[in-house]
């Protein structure tokens, strides 16, 4: 059975960081990637990152986040540093490859 489990969100003040981990069991995803979901907006793509070390960013995360992954402990994180209001949502874990696996979403809240 795949599981994708994701942990770390919480409340954080503007400026401040979060780290987000992914701990993936039953699987072995080439690619990774982090999702998120703001209250009344669509599900987006914040970072992906393949097996091999391919790294991509949004646009608006591009300098604050970085998203990285342990292939031996089968883990991703995503650090994030200077969160601003606009990054509060939902942020989703994705394995891809083989299949499409979801975790269960863990809350980020930045205050101002």
């Known amino acids: 059975q795949v599981q994708l489990v994701e942990s770390g969100g919480g409340l954080v003040q503007a400026g401040g960081s979060l780290r987000l981990s992914c701990a993936v069991s039953g699987s072995i995803f080439n690619v990774m990637a982090w999702y998120r979901q703001a209250p009344g907006k669509q599900r987006e793509l914040v970072a992906l990152?393949?097996?091999?070390?391919?790294?991509n960013y949004v646009d608006s995360v591009k300098g604050r986040f970085t998203i990285s992954r342990d292939n031996a402990k089968n883990t991703v994180d995503l650090r994030m540093n200077s969160l601003k209001v606009e990054d509060t949502a939902v942020y989703y874990c994705k394995g891809m490859a083989p299949g499409e696996y979801w975790g269960q979403g863990t809350q980020v809240t930045v205050s101002s």
């Open positions: 990152i393949t097996r091999g070390g391919s790294i």
